[in-house]
């Protein structure tokens, strides 16, 4: 796996996204960089299930150059819901897009996948060549998300899951 990093530039990328808050690790952006590179190939746009303030938005971004969708209502997962308060990590995720230069690759959908799915709001003939699933954590949660990815998910696709857990 050493010799894929050193074939890429990945250093600068990942120290852009360590610059955002966010949970994702540096270890792990080095595997969604790599992931990243071996789906350049395959056919569709890039799809990121739960943003917060961007940090893996920032890596993916920075790492294609295809159309990257954002996926997350910008309020908070589980530790804020069951807090009763909320995130609103959508300004600082902004702001994060757009000091790393990649505001005009993204497409942001400040919903959940739920209002996605019902509100039609992502194109119907756009295929998914990666998708990075790092949204509410539940099983329904994810159940919803799969729901949503799998129809659209070009030949030779990745996917990934981040941390998924159930409080049951």
Not at 24 to 40: A, D, H, I, R, W
Not at 42 to 59: C, F, M, N, Q
Not at 81 to 96: K, L, P, R
Not at 139 to 144: E, M
């Amino acid at each position: 796996m050493l010799k894929l990093f050193r074939k890429y530039d990945k250093v600068e990328n990942i120290k852009h996204a360590l610059n955002c808050k966010g949970w994702t690790s540096e270890g792990q952006l080095g595997l969604l960089f790599v992931l990243l590179q071996k789906c350049k190939k395959v056919k569709g746009d890039v799809v990121e299930i739960g943003s917060a303030w961007g940090r893996s938005t920032v890596l993916i971004g920075r790492s294609t150059s295809k159309i990257v969708w954002s996926i997350d209502p910008h309020t908070g997962g589980l530790v804020y819901i069951n807090a009763g308060t909320e995130q609103n990590s959508y300004d600082n995720f902004v702001e994060n897009l757009r000091s790393n230069k990649i505001i005009d690759n993204v497409r942001i959908l400040r919903n959940t996948t739920s209002e996605v799915i019902n509100k039609n709001l992502f194109p119907e003939k756009t295929k998914i060549a990666f998708s990075f699933v790092d949204g509410l954590h539940t099983g329904p949660g994810v159940k919803t998300d799969l729901e949503f990815l799998i129809p659209k998910l070009a030949k030779n696709a990745i996917v990934v899951f981040d941390d998924y857990f159930s409080p049951s």
